[in-house]
């Protein structure tokens, strides 16, 4: 079993800052990522509020942070971490391919797509479902789709869709967005067309899919036509069964409690990023990674 000072379990923002903050403290660190690096943060269009960039996709902001880590530690990609137990001086973390043993950890696994929950969304996904506009909005040029949500990544979705050439409408269950205020002024400046006060009741079709059942407040019903579905209605936690063996102290919305310097209710066991809720903002996840990394490396300096 290969042994670690630290291992972070999750490549996202917060994840990839701490391999960067734990690798160049002299840490022997390793990230455990179960698909690819760079989490939800892959799927943002773009963004012009993260310090140093008028304007950048996830994607490359992504790529430059993975890149950069990669100089200070491993990234073991499509291995995921299946169960972590305490053990004597440290943690054993069991993934998919292997074993491991670490003195700390830190749990960065993110969030992951809130889904409806109605007839049709699973089995249309990839289909016609979709969750991410960044990933399949090209093969919806020149086709009508429905992107499902009211706030900040919805918005984000349809305008990156409209831009694409797709024929967008967005349908909301409230009357009101709850985006940012930029976000509804660019909205006004595209041809999106919006259905307020709306839920979705299912997802139709026959191969792929075909249309949607829309229900408004006032219980009546309509068919839409549309070639894609576009799902943007918040996210929930990631891998909270991770958490079960440790008995870390997980808030009402099964997020990770910590502290200011990032340390959670267990010794030695540090977490960063959306899954500890609060502000889900890229740079944010960077800060908590950050520190995260620190308060990992001084304790273990301490017991020394």
Do not use: W
């Not at 706030?151 to 979705?157: A, K, P, R, Y």
């Amino acid at each position: 079993m290969e042994s670690y000072d630290i291992i972070i379990v999750g490549a996202g923002p917060a994840g990839l800052t701490a391999g960067i903050y734990t690798g160049r403290q002299g840490s022997k660190s390793l990230i455990l990522e179960k698909t690819i690096a760079g989490g939800l943060g892959l799927e943002i269009p773009s963004m012009g509020n993260y310090p140093g960039f008028e304007l950048i996709s996830g994607m490359i902001l992504m790529s430059k942070m993975k890149q950069q880590a990669q100089k200070f530690l491993e990234i073991k990609e499509n291995e995921s971490a299946e169960n972590i137990i305490k053990v004597e001086n440290g943690f054993e973390i069991t993934t998919t391919k292997t074993k491991y043993f670490a003195k700390a950890i830190i749990l960065t696994m993110g969030r992951k797509h809130r889904k409806i929950g109605v007839t049709g969304e699973e089995k249309f996904l990839g289909l016609g479902v979709s969750y991410c506009a960044t990933c399949d909005g090209i093969f919806y040029k020149d086709k009508k789709t429905i992107v499902i949500g009211g706030g900040n990544s919805s918005l984000q979705e349809a305008i990156f869709l409209d831009n694409l050439g797709v024929d967008v409408t967005i349908v909301h269950r409230r009357e009101e967005f709850r985006a940012e205020h930029y976000l509804q002024e660019k909205i006004k400046n595209k041809n999106i067309k919006i259905i307020p006060s709306s839920n979705i009741k299912e997802i139709k079709g026959d191969k792929f899919v075909k249309s949607v059942i829309l229900e408004d407040k006032k219980g009546n019903q309509r068919e839409i036509k549309t070639d894609g579905v576009f799902v943007a209605i918040g996210s929930l936690p990631s891998s909270i069964e991770l958490t079960k063996n440790l008995n870390i102290k997980l808030d009402d919305a099964n997020q990770i409690v910590t502290d200011k310097k990032q340390e959670t209710s267990m010794l030695f066991v540090y977490s960063a990023g959306d899954i500890t809720g609060g502000l889900q903002q890229l740079v944010v996840a960077c800060g908590e990674g950050a520190i995260a990394a620190t308060s990992a490396y001084n304790d273990l300096e301490n017991i020394k």
